[in-house]
């Protein structure tokens, strides 16, 4: 079967049935790549330095006879690797290197010989990378759900993915935003990778999608400046739960933690947050008054958003305040999904 090279635009389309393999390196594959694809490095890290050296230094053809020393012995193991990286063993593959070039070639054409019908991405990960950056700048139909900290915000979009579409910017960061919001968490992914996950997420939504409404910075990553500025402009859903109610949900899912875990959050914040209140903070958490602990910060994160929610052009157009007596999570998400047919 002939190999065929297809578009960025092919190949996410294409993306979503057929299983995807990344040719490069393994350390530019962990750095990022597009999300779902397997790695099936042609070369090692310390490999490819020696091509790239080779190349610069004595040309291509020097160059690819050193990539064929490397790639001989692999043949095998990358077959199998393809075979065995899927239950049902796939009769089409998609395949990208860095630019779409010899990497990438190489592989095709041994896949082909084995008989896959093999799509090769032209312009390689690069040409993902700046589809992604262009798909931020598109228009996007954002709702954002808002409300104080302890709000139960992210229950309610766990729930509202039953009914309408959501983008978790949370669950893609590995982070659920406050100073505590790292702990237990798995590693934060690469700015690179978070932008290449939520990219694909944004270029699915084919209707109105509801987001949490963050600040710019989700533990160590930023959400882009295009997409920020379109969720600085979009309708914000404010859920108004009474203090005490956001107090105990705080309690239930960060109480356990542990004191040392909770004392290193706090001294994480504590410029912002006042040193009187961080001494006060560590104190209550070091004589085991989680609930007074808590309580201090509910109030500083409070102020904080407070400032945030303030802080964008035509509020008064876009802000709806839903009140809600207390945290139940199917009956607060009809009463906002409610809220959007008014």
């Known amino acids: 079967m002939a190999i065929k ?42 490999e490819r330095k020696t091509v790239g050296i080779a190349y610069k230094q004595k040309g291509k053809q020097e160059a690819i006879k050193i990539g064929l020393d490397y790639f001989g012995p692999k043949m095998n193991q990358i077959i199998s ?10 009769s089409e593959i998609l395949l990208y290197c860095w630019r779409g070039g010899m990497r990438s070639g190489g592989v095709a054409w041994l896949l082909d010989l084995y008989g896959y019908q093999v799509y090769v991405l032209k312009g390689g990960y690069k ?24 709000s139960a915000k992210t229950a309610i979009l ?5 009914h309408q579409p959501v983008i978790d910017l949370e669950g893609i960061a590995n982070h659920k935003g406050s100073a505590f919001g790292g702990i237990n968490q798995p590693q934060q992914p690469t700015q690179e990778m978070f932008e290449n996950i939520l990219a694909l997420e944004l270029s699915r939504q084919k209707e109105a999608f509801w987001v949490e409404d963050e600040s710019q ?13 379109t969720m600085r402009s979009a309708p914000v859903y404010f859920i108004d739960v009474p203090f005490e109610e956001r107090l105990e949900h705080i309690m239930f899912g960060y109480g356990s933690l ?4 909770m004392i290193e959050a706090v001294l994480r914040i504590q410029k912002r947050f006042g040193p009187l209140e961080t001494k006060t903070t560590i104190a209550f958490l070091q004589e085991g008054n989680i609930r007074e602990a808590f ?31 207390k945290i139940d999570i199917p009956a607060n998400t009809n009463t906002l999904i409610n809220a959007t047919k008014e």
């Open 5 to 46: 090279r297809v578009s960025i635009e092919e190949f996410v389309s294409l993306a979503a049935s057929i299983p995807v393999f990344d040719v490069r390196s393994p350390g530019e594959f962990t750095h990022a790549h597009i999300p779902n694809a397997v790695s099936l490095p042609l070369f090692t890290d310390e």
């Open 81 to 90: 690797t393809v075979v065995e990286s899927h239950t049902n063993a796939p």
């Open 127 to 150: 040409a993902y990378r700046n589809w992604v950056l262009n798909t931020f700048q598109q228009q996007h139909k954002a709702r954002l759900l808002g409300g104080y900290t302890g």
């Open 158 to 162: 766990t729930e509202l993915k039953k």
């Open 217 to 229: 910075r989700i533990g160590r990553l930023n959400i882009p400046n295009c997409f920020w500025d």
């Open 258 to 261: 542990g004191v040392e875990q």
């Open 295 to 325: 309580a201090v910060l509910l109030k500083y994160y409070d102020k904080q958003y407070s400032k945030s929610l303030q802080n964008r052009t035509n509020l008064e157009a876009l802000l709806q305040k839903i009140s809600l007596p």
